[in-house]
């Protein structure tokens, strides 16, 4: 077996005993720990007081900003970054996109339609699914009406019944 030796001194400052040195170790290690805990409670407030703030903050003001986002006017450019010269507002452009996609085109793929197309295919074909099921179960009612009639004057007949 090995043998293995420590070096009290490099364990111990200048002229420290045992005691003086256990003590020392145990005060800087609980002042670290205090100190990292303190640190950390510290950002905590902190981030929960700049979160709290942030909130109100909001709150307060969105509404206004909101509001002057879509009234302020400013100048379009196109993809080049050329002006046209002709002041709009974000609401004005969004009415503007909203009427240009309200328009209805029958296309092949279900992929190449707008959302109005779409909308407007999915309530026709639940309209008419409606209706098929009314005139199917209007046309069965009439079918057994009649067939049933019909029957009971063939047997009335045959019977000599009137």
Known sequence: MGKIEIDLNEIF??????????????????????????????NNQISKLIDEQIREAIKVQMPSIVNDLINTEYVMVDKWGDSTRQKTTFRQQLIKAMHESMVYEKKNYDSDKNVFTKAVDSVINENIELFKSNFNKIVNDLFVKETLEFATNKLREKLNIK
């Open 13 to 42: 400052c200048d002229g420290e005993n045992v005691n003086e040195s256990i003590k020392r170790q145990v005060i800087e290690n609980l002042t670290g720990v205090i100190k990292e805990n303190i640190g950390k409670n510290i």
